[in-house]
């Protein structure tokens, strides 16, 4: 089992809708979860941060944690064309030698289309 | 905020030469720094993490000879790919957290080609 695993995709959503991306991990003391955007052949760009359960909104993006069923997610509304890009799910688990290493899902491609 | 350089931003150089990429955080003090590479349509691969001050911790089946790494003051971190071969050629990029957080901010990549 992947430690972060989420839908490869692609997610195609028309301009305007509401995409919805998925994450889970297996770590149940993870504390720390986050979503970055990777344009195709760009560094990936952090968008959110999230360490409570529940909901963290910032503009259009909305990430939401459930600790009890390990399962994060992120909500894009009113998505436009620009936020066609690879979405990373990335987890720090608890313990570890190595402080602050991201566990990185393989990404969700996800399409805007007009 | 958080922003990361890195340079250069692209680079070809020849087989069994060094190339030197450097990595700086502009606007906080980066006490991590973290090396990654990436090949195209896959997963970033982490092959280290620096703290200031201190020696890299690599990831398993990362040589650290063939990939040193200086994380010399709390702004700048280098990755020198030493004896560089075709096969190493790939998207190499560096993040970097400040004290006390989790957050890691990424730097645009070095594009490394080796001939």
């Known amino acids: 089992q992947k430690e972060v695993e989420q839908n490869s995709g692609p997610l195609s959503v028309p301009e305007g809708a509401i995409a919805s991306l998925n994450c889970t991990y297996s770590?149940?003391?993870?504390?720390?979860f986050f979503w970055y955007r990777q344009y195709s052949g760009k560094s990936p760009e952090l968008i959110m941060s999230?360490?409570?359960?529940g909901d963290k909104e910032d503009g259009r993006f909305t990430a939401q944690l459930n600790k009890a069923s390990q399962y994060v997610s992120l909500l894009i509304r009113d998505s436009q064309p620009s936020d066609s890009a690879t979405y990373l799910c990335?987890?720090?688990?608890?313990?570890?030698?190595?402080?602050?290493?991201?566990?990185f899902g393989q990404g969700t491609i996800l399409t805007v289309h007009p | 905020g958080a922003v990361v350089s890195q340079h250069p931003s692209r680079v070809i150089c020849k087989s069994g030469t060094s190339v030197k990429i450097e990595c700086r955080s502009l606007?906080?003090?980066?006490?991590?720094m973290f090396w990654y590479r990436q090949f195209p349509k896959k997963s970033l691969m982490l092959m280290a993490t620096?703290?200031?001050?201190?020696?890299?911790?690599?990831e398993q089946g990362v040589e650290k000879d063939k990939f040193l790494i200086n994380h010399a003051s709390l702004t700048l971190s280098t990755l020198t790919v030493t004896s560089a071969h075709p096969e190493d050629s790939s998207f190499y990029i560096c993040?970097?957290?400040?004290?006390?957080?989790?957050?890691?901010?990424f730097g645009p990549g070095t594009r490394l080609t080796v001939t």
């Open positions: 993040s970097a957290s400040a004290r006390g957080t989790y957050e890691q901010y």
């Open positions: 770590d149940r003391g993870s504390q720390s």
């Open positions: 999230i360490y409570s359960n």
């Open positions: 990335a987890v720090i688990n608890a313990g570890g030698t190595s402080y602050g290493k991201l566990t």
């Open positions: 606007d906080f003090q980066a006490t991590t």
């Open positions: 620096s703290n200031e001050g201190s020696k890299a911790t690599y």
